[in-house]
């Protein structure tokens, strides 16, 4: 499946941003999906997964400030980050991985990846 990321950019500490994840198929309840993110010299970290049974899984930095969500009839995962930090910055990749994923946050664990969208937080 193909992914493509969108809605990144800059912004202030406070402030919001809504990312979109646009899958080639469709993906409905078939697929695990998440939002890892990467900033600069540092590993992907998983921030956001929804799981086959619509459940969601959120990294500890990121709980009560994103929240991650799809709509199957467009194929689509959205994650809305609220209260921006400057550590929110970096590249806010897409995953998607066909049944259950033994650990969510383990990007090992997904085959399809989008190129991904750049966040910056400015304070």
């Known amino acids: 499946v193909h992914l493509v990321e969108s809605g990144g950019g800059s912004a202030q500490a406070g402030g919001s941003l809504y990312l979109s994840c646009a899958a080639s198929k469709n993906v409905n309840y078939d697929y695990t999906m998440a939002w890892f993110r990467q900033a600069p010299g540092k590993e992907r970290e998983g921030v956001a997964g929804?799981?086959?049974?619509?459940?969601?899984h959120y990294a500890d930095s990121v709980k009560g400030r994103f929240t991650i969500s799809r709509d199957n009839a467009k194929n689509t995962l959205f994650l809305q980050i609220n209260s921006l930090k400057p550590e929110d910055s970096g590249m806010y990749y897409c995953?998607?991985?066909?049944?259950?994923?033994?650990?969510?946050?383990?990007?090992?664990?997904?085959?399809?990846w989008g190129r991904g969208t750049q966040v910056t937080v400015s304070s």
């Open positions: 995953a998607a991985e066909y049944g259950r994923v033994r650990v969510w946050d383990d990007y090992g664990g997904y085959e399809n």
């Open positions: 929804i799981d086959i049974y619509g459940d969601t």
